[in-house]
């Protein structure tokens, strides 16, 4: 930090943090744009973003409902990596990989990407075999994959519960080291940055509330703040994909569940890798600031509410204490939920859609986070060039009544998922 910033933080902390400069313009929407962008989360944003740098494309909108990363980008547990069997996932996870690894130079934009490793645990002979595979795989597509034993297990990770005793005794797990987390609202607001400063207009408390159609053609959104015209719609809404696609008269195959997570007081480092258990749905960080980031599983019905439940909390504390025994003090913080947009298969859906002009991004499952700068890249490429990039070929909405589902259950939506 330079002097004069120190100085700058020192008066602006004197002076209520009022004179800062905001980060990103609050254009009034123009009569129409070449792309509106649906949705201000990271995915919405990341599109815009490589729509500009990548294809010239800066006549651009993305229309929020509510505040940049309110949805889905800041209430996710912040895990990064590319750990999966089939090849359409393994390669475009990758990619998003290595997008993260140069991510903050890129945007100019700290986002805490931290490589600290993703582990997941194998509580059985045969679940180690089945890693084994999926290690082989992911070596084979020249992804970074390390099996360990029991022992190595306790070595990289000495808190866990390694005995005999454990409920479920640990066999060994799947370690991916360049794995890991990021912060979540930075990713939104580097993106939101960056792209502004390219010529795109970020669109807050403007709800799309109807897709105008000329023939079979998307023309334009209806929004709370008036129509806004548009060359090419791009759909990045998370949880509510199936909802803003009907407005289109689109039927898709995705159903929305909510996701928990919870957050305990903050302790010293305990943990500095990222565990996800093999026996249960149940996987943990240790934020910057010190508190120990949880998830658990979905809730087994459809919902749109953002909360958090009781019967999550039970069950995930269950699982911290049978891991981590010495968690068994700490007191939870923070409980909360996400609407998530689950596909059949586990796998997403970037594609053009039956009405021209109208592209989809959604169907992220549990572990749309860590696809957030490969998923803007790609879905940009879409747009742009009305096809799909190579890595995004296969998940298409065909794929479903094609037969080509891309079922990723060794790392999709099961443990190990996120
Ligand atoms: P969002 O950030 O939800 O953005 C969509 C935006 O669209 C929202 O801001 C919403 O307000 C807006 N919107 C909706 N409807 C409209 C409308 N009609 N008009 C205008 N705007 C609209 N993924 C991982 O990779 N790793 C993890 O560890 C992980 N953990 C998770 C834990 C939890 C508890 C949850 C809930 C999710 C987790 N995920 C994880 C999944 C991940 O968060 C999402 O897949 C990803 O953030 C989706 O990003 P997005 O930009 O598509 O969605």
């Not at 719609?233 to 995705?254: E, F």
Request: hydrophobic share 40%; net charge neutral.
């Amino acid at each position: 930090m330079t002097r004069y910033s120190i100085f700058r933080l020192g008066r602006e902390a004197l002076r209520g943090h009022r004179g800062w400069p905001a980060a990103w313009r609050d254009p009034e929407p123009k009569a129409s744009y070449d792309v509106v962008i649906v949705g201000g989360g990271g995915h919405g944003l990341a599109t815009a973003y490589y729509l500009a740098k990548n294809h010239g494309i800066r006549n651009v909108a993305v229309v929020e409902k509510g505040w940049l990363g309110g949805g889905n980008t800041g209430r996710n547990t912040t895990i990064v990596r590319s750990n999966y069997l089939l090849e359409p996932n393994a390669h475009f996870y990758e990619w998003s990989l290595k997008l993260w690894e140069g991510l903050s130079a890129d945007l100019n934009y700290n986002v805490m990407f931290s490589q600290r490793g993703a582990l997941n645990l194998a509580h059985s002979d045969a679940q180690l075999d089945a890693y084994a595979r999926r290690g082989n795989a992911m070596r084979l597509n020249g992804i970074d994959a390390e099996l360990l034993d029991r022992r190595q297990v306790e070595e990289f990770v000495p808190l866990l519960d390694t005995s005999d005793r454990a409920r479920f005794p640990i066999h060994g797990g799947l370690l991916q080291p360049r794995g890991g987390t990021a912060r979540h609202d930075a990713v939104a607001w580097g993106f939101a940055r960056a792209a502004d400063r390219l010529g795109i207009d970020i669109i807050q408390n403007c709800e799309v509330t109807g897709i105008r159609r000329e023939g079979n053609r998307a023309i334009g959104v209806e929004t709370s703040r008036g129509h806004i015209g548009a060359g090419r719609i791009g759909m990045a809404v998370a949880g509510h994909t199936s909802h803003v696609a009907g407005l289109a008269g689109l039927r898709l195959p995705i159903e929305s569940h909510v996701l928990q997570a919870i957050v305990t007081e903050p302790v010293k480092p305990l943990i500095d890798t990222v565990v996800t258990y093999g026996a249960g749905h149940f996987y943990v960080s240790q934020s910057d600031k010190g508190g120990l980031v949880m998830g658990g599983d979905l809730d087994g019905y459809n919902s749109y509410a953002q909360r958090g439940n009781l019967p999550i909390i039970e069950d995930v504390a269950q699982a911290a204490v049978e891991l981590f025994p010495c968690t068994g003090r700490l007191r939870m913080l923070r409980h909360w939920g996400g609407v998530m947009d689950m596909t059949m298969d586990g796998s997403p859906i970037i594609a053009r859609t039956p009405v021209d002009g109208l592209y989809v991004n959604g169907g992220w499952c549990y572990g749309g986070f860590k696809a957030t700068p490969g998923s803007g890249w790609v879905f940009a490429h879409t747009i742009a060039h009305d096809r799909p990039h190579a890595l995004n070929e296969a998940f298409s909405l065909e794929r479903f009544e094609a037969g080509a589902t891309i079922d990723e259950k060794g790392a999709g939506p099961i443990p190990g998922a996120h």
